[in-house]
């Protein structure tokens, strides 16, 4: 089988393919041939730094998202057979319950190799069935990006019919964010720096469409486009350069969810902001197994519920794929097709 490696924090040039036998899973594994694998802006950051302490400095299999097919099961396997489509879990020992330190070290591509191989071994307890409607190019963008969409709207401050919901942006948690949104009966405001993004934004069923290089002061269009209310839920991606302004959109009792850093480094918001408006600041790092189920099962009643994949590159290009989502044109997800 081959793989792809690299050396965190020297850069996406280090990416480097290499061939080694297939893996033989032990007790309690699977063995998972990758059709396809999704990439995220951590994986950017993690080839760019170290990202964390428990990184190793070179040879790390990158990529946290990918979705395949059981082809062989260890002893004592009990939920999963060969021939089951499934995808893995962004932390592979975060399967139930409040996170832990030792859960929050052991993500895929990152603390523990990851997805970008044409084939991986993981516990039974890493692997999640994906919904039967979806291809595979489509379950590989599930494990980080869309669990965190569904974290943030259902787990931590659970969305009602009929709020308002801010999205950021037209990357992949942003999308998914808005297609979670409207199947549950909520409004959402949308907002970009494309007018051709926003058009698609608002064919995926955004209510109102804002650009944010035209409207500087966005957090007031967004208070214009709900009638001077504000939003109940904000899906924060920028971090902090547009925390602040995320904030000001609030309505009173409103919840933000922090959950990226797009906008670059800074000082966080005056907390007094959300004081004044009795409202919640979360942060959202990806979810639980269980989580990731509860997700499924929402997924596989609404077939019509389809990730957004942008462009499909050959598993020979992901450096390329890397530098397409680095040049931030996308719109939805960027995916490595391993098998074909």
């Known amino acids: 089988m081959r793989r792809w490696t690299l050396s965190p924090g020297k850069g996406v040039a280090t990416l480097t393919i290499e061939t080694l036998p297939d893996p033989t899973p032990g007790e309690r594994e699977v063995a998972v041939r990758v059709h396809a694998v999704s990439l995220n802006y951590r994986d950017l950051v ?30 004592g396997v009990r939920s999963v057979a060969v021939g089951d489509r499934v995808a893995g879990t962004f932390f592979q020992r975060w399967v139930s319950g409040p996170p832990t ?65 801010l999205t950021l942006g037209s990357g992949g948690v942003s999308v998914f964010a808005l297609q979670f949104a409207k199947a549950a009966g909520a409004r959402v405001v949308a907002t970009s720096s494309s007018d051709a993004k926003l058009a698609r934004l608002r064919s995926l069923g955004a209510d109102a469409g804002i650009n944010y290089r035209s409207r500087p002061d966005w957090e007031k269009a967004v208070k214009e486009a709900t009638a001077g209310r504000g939003v109940d839920h904000v899906m924060e991606v920028g971090g902090a350069g547009t925390l602040e302004k ?89 995916v490595v097709a391993v098998l074909r």
Request: proline fraction near 8%.
């Open 46 to 75: 993690v080839a760019r730094s170290f990202y964390s302490k428990t990184v190793k400095p070179s040879g790390l299999v990158p990529c946290s998202d990918g979705a395949g097919e059981v082809v062989a099961v260890g002893p």
């Open 101 to 165: 330190l030792e859960a929050h070290q052991s993500a895929l591509g990152g603390e523990f190799d990851g997805m970008l191989s044409e084939q991986v071994v993981l516990p039974e307890t890493g692997v999640v069935p994906v919904p039967g409607h979806l291809t595979f190019e489509e379950a590989a963008c599930l494990p980080c990006a869309a669990l965190t969409a569904w974290h943030a709207l259902f787990e931590r401050v659970p969305l009602r019919p009929g709020q308002t919901v």
């Open 246 to 334: 995320s904030i000001a959109c609030l309505a009173v009792g409103g919840h933000a969810a922090l959950i990226g850093i797009l906008a670059g480094p800074g000082a966080l918001a005056n907390p007094f902001l959300l004081a004044v408006k009795n409202a919640t600041l979360s942060g959202i790092y990806v979810g639980s197994r269980e989580q990731f189920l509860r997700m499924n099962a929402f997924l596989a009643e609404r077939p019509e519920l389809r990730s957004v994949v942008d462009r499909v590159f050959p598993f020979e290009e992901a450096p390329a794929a890397y530098r397409h989502l680095e040049g931030a044109s996308h719109f939805g997800k960027v």
